[in-house]
């Protein structure tokens, strides 16, 4: 699946990153508590999250994920999105709630796979 793919899914609206779109995704994980996103430890993923804070810019950073989506219609700050331009990150936003997002992402195919 790619970054697009995932961003059809959910009718989500990029907000950072629209040239990275094409970047393939292995894996997703959907936390608001980014000691549980530390523990899954998986490259080319997507994070799904309400949390809108720069930690969550580094943690992605740090688990080479390509892809946040924040959910519950949260909407990121710009030196959040600033962060991600600089890092390389898409950030996407939805109005769908993390488990609905998650499960519909894990409907077309998306795995979390096992920690």
Do not use: W
């Not at 219609?73 to 996407?92: C, F, H, S, W, Y």
């Not at 939805?94 to 920690?115: E, K």
């Amino acid at each position: 699946m790619t970054v697009k793919d995932a961003c059809a899914v959910l009718g989500a609206r990029v907000l950072v990153g629209e040239e990275l779109l094409e970047q393939e995704v292995r894996s997703a994980c959907g936390s608001d508590m980014m000691s549980d996103v530390l523990a899954f430890s998986k490259d080319h993923s997507i994070l799904l999250t309400g949390l809108c804070n720069p930690q969550v810019i580094r943690t992605a950073e740090m688990l080479d994920i390509v892809c946040i989506i924040f959910v519950r219609g949260k909407k990121p700050d710009e030196t959040i999105l600033q962060m991600a331009r600089e890092r390389n990150l898409v950030v996407l936003a939805t109005g769908h709630r993390m488990f609905s997002a998650c499960g519909m992402l894990y409907q077309a195919g998306l795995n979390g796979g096992a920690i």
